[in-house]
């Protein structure tokens, strides 16, 4: 089973390719930015790899450019795909010396009958183009064997994936937004319970203070209940004796 790479920094454009491309018996390893091609190049070393120019950070040029400068892949099918090509699109891809450029929008299954010769040209002559030779496809369509009943089949199998990774895209982003929301939330409460916790320290502390207060308000009270009850020589030997404790 032979390995592709497939790099783009859509998640849906990922999902359906790893799809289809398993459903046409390829073994697919998905990447979604440049560097974390390169990456799974190392990893899984495949037969071919398929790389979106336009990518964040890194472009499809510097995984192409990567993969012709490892031992082995000087022959190894890189194709590059975009929306945009022009003069600079194919100077910079004979620069990297990717094998084909693809231009968007595309049949998938197109894309599969690309990668089923490209494979093959490989297999049968051991180098699938000369070093800096380019071929600029145009978009890719199913033709011979495949019938438009069954390409027809194809992109409407297409367009609802598309369409579920939309929505699973913008639940992602519902959840996301939740979750920060739910973190400002959570931040001012523990902020309000430090607050909190800071006036019951306050509070317990003057409770603190009133319980010492009445303690002595107590004694005091109970002082002068029994002042006032004893004869007046008690009184005046108890308040001798607190004069002398005084």
């Not at 990893?43 to 192409?64: N, Y």
């Not at 990717?98 to 051991?126: C, D, M, N």
């Not at 992602?172 to 320290?201: D, F, H, Q, W, Y």
């Amino acid at each position: 089973m032979a390995k592709v790479l497939f790099a783009d920094d859509s998640l849906s454009v990922r999902l359906v390719a790893s799809r289809l491309l398993t459903s046409a018996g390829y073994e697919v390893t998905l990447a979604a930015d440049a560097d974390e091609a390169i990456e799974r190049f190392a990893a899984d070393r495949p037969d071919l790899v398929i790389a979106d120019i336009t990518m964040p950070e890194k472009s499809g040029f510097a995984v192409c450019e990567h993969v012709r400068n490892q031992e082995g892949a000087a022959d190894m099918p890189v194709v590059l795909i975009s929306s945009l090509i022009n003069e600079d699109t194919k100077r910079q891809a004979e620069t990297c010396r990717a094998t084909i450029v693809i231009k968007k929008p595309f049949s998938w299954q197109g894309l599969v009958t690309q990668i089923e010769a490209l494979l093959a040209s490989k297999q049968s002559s051991g180098s699938v183009s000369e070093p800096g030779e380019v071929v600029v496809s145009p978009p890719v369509h199913a033709d011979g064997p495949l019938q438009r009943k069954g390409l027809t089949e194809v992109e409407a199998r297409l367009e609802a994936e598309q369409q579920r990774c939309r929505r699973f895209e913008e639940q992602a982003t519902e959840l996301r937004n939740t979750l920060v929301k739910a973190t400002e939330s959570i931040s001012m409460l523990e902020a309000r319970l430090a607050r909190s916790e800071e006036r019951c320290g306050q509070l317990t502390q003057k409770i603190r203070d009133i319980e010492h207060a009445a303690a002595w308000a107590q004694r005091l009270a109970k002082f002068l209940a029994d002042l006032s009850e004893s004869t007046p020589r008690e009184r005046e030997t108890v308040v001798s004796s607190r004069n002398e404790v005084s």
